[in-house]
């Protein structure tokens, strides 16, 4: 109504091609028209939608169309589908509503679903995250150890995880610090989280920030991931640092580590054979789970509290109070070469304890050798286990 009736045929025309049935592909047709304050558009589903706009031009009308269509056939969007899903790992369904959204167009369908990933990630960010992998990273300086945490043991077997996980801890490494001790120091997650790197995986490569590379595999993965801290400990000056990672799927990952930095007294001596004690030492502390370097390192807590225990059970017997004495003082033993490193029977030669090795180490090397400090973390919390100084263990980072 009110078009002249030149416009009359042109606009029939049209309005049989938006409401007849389309025989081609995803389809979006416009039609505007000025007339007065008269809007109007025709959506993807031809349902007309009439707004009112100020007239432009009073004795002017402009009619416009446009028309897309885009054929694909079916084996061409199986194609699509597969190959987007390879460069984003994104559920298939997610994939595939992509794709549609956007024409089929692969680089767009990327786009959208990176952008709605952010989301899906932050949304899952409360979720309980207590799997995931450690990934070490060790140069002639020092050694750095970092948690990457998902929800399930399925996500932290994904190879673009532990690429991710590897990435981290390599780029913690790069850290500047001031000259550390021997002592392992914490890496709190805030420390790494604005770290820019460059990765370079088929499915998430180019430079991005630590937290921004997290967000992104978060959601590839549909899980939590997060940042769970680290630790790092320097090589002595005269010595070695050696590492252990167990339950291992790739070098530089594992679910616990172990390391152990060597002291030698003397500047001169080959450390091959420190190098393979150390080695030794490291899968020991993984498999022993020491809580302290000597017996001087317990704390008086620990020991007040382990010798009320073995009293309690000793006057349980109804002994005399010097039996009762002396078989606390012998459970007290058992205690420490539990708990207590150098004391611990070493797991490679259990005929030995540490201490004992270490003097044939040095024996072997003709000097000193000592163990400067240890560590041993494992998935779910890193955990400085024991400080030679005597100074209270380390909190948990994650």
């Known amino acids: 109504m009110g078009f002249t009736r030149g416009m009359k045929r042109p606009i029939t025309i049209l309005y049989k091609r938006l409401s007849s049935p389309a025989n081609y592909g995803h389809t979006y047709c416009t039609s505007v028209a000025y007339r007065g304050s008269s809007f109007t558009k025709f959506s993807e589903d031809n349902r007309p939608v009439s707004r009112n706009y100020p007239n432009p031009i009073n004795s002017f009308w402009i009619h416009f169309t446009r028309h897309y269509s885009s054929e694909i056939s079916a084996s061409e969007q199986t194609n699509l589908i597969k190959q987007l899903r390879e460069r984003t790992s994104a559920p298939i369904k997610d994939v595939k509503s992509a794709l549609v959204a956007c024409n089929w167009d692969i680089e767009a369908a990327q786009k959208d679903l990176r952008k709605r990933g952010v989301v899906l990630a932050s949304k899952k960010s409360s979720r309980t995250a207590a799997e995931g992998l450690l990934a070490l990273a060790q140069d002639e300086n020092k050694a750095v150890v970092v948690e990457l945490n998902c929800e399930t043991d399925f996500v932290a077997r994904n190879e673009i995880f532990q690429y991710l996980a590897l990435s981290l801890a390599k780029s913690a490494l790069l850290l500047e610090g001031s000259k550390q001790s ?157 708990v207590v490193l150098l004391e611990q029977k070493f797991v490679v030669n259990d005929s030995i304890n540490v201490k004992t090795l270490l003097n044939n180490l040095s024996k072997e090397v003709g000097s000193p050798v000592k163990i400067g400090n240890f560590l041993r973390v494992e998935v779910g919390g890193l955990k400085k286990l024991e400080a030679p100084s005597g100074t209270e263990p380390l909190a948990q980072a994650a």
């Not at 959601?219 to 167990?246: D, Q, R």
Request: one cysteine or more; charged letters at 20%.
């Open 182 to 338: 021997s002592a392992a120091t914490p890496v709190g997650p805030e420390c790494l989280e604005d770290l820019r790197m460059i990765l370079s995986h088929p499915k998430i490569s180019g430079e991005r920030t630590i937290q921004s590379a997290i967000t992104e595999v978060a959601a590839m993965m549909g899980e939590n991931v997060k940042l769970g801290g680290g630790f790092t400990i320097s090589t002595p000056p005269n010595g070695v640092l050696s590492t252990y990672l167990h339950t291992s799927p790739q070098p530089g990952v594992g679910r616990i580590a172990g390391i152990v930095s060597l002291e030698v007294e003397s500047k001169d001596i080959p450390l091959d054979a420190v190098q393979h004690v150390g080695s030794e030492l490291a899968m020991h502390v993984v498999a022993a789970k020491p809580l302290f370097l000597t017996k001087e390192h317990v704390s008086s807590d620990a020991l007040g509290n382990e010798r009320e225990i073995l009293r309690s059970q000793a006057e349980s017997t109804g002994k005399s109070q010097m039996a009762v004495d002396k078989m606390v003082e012998g459970r007290l033993r058992k205690f420490f070469e539990e």
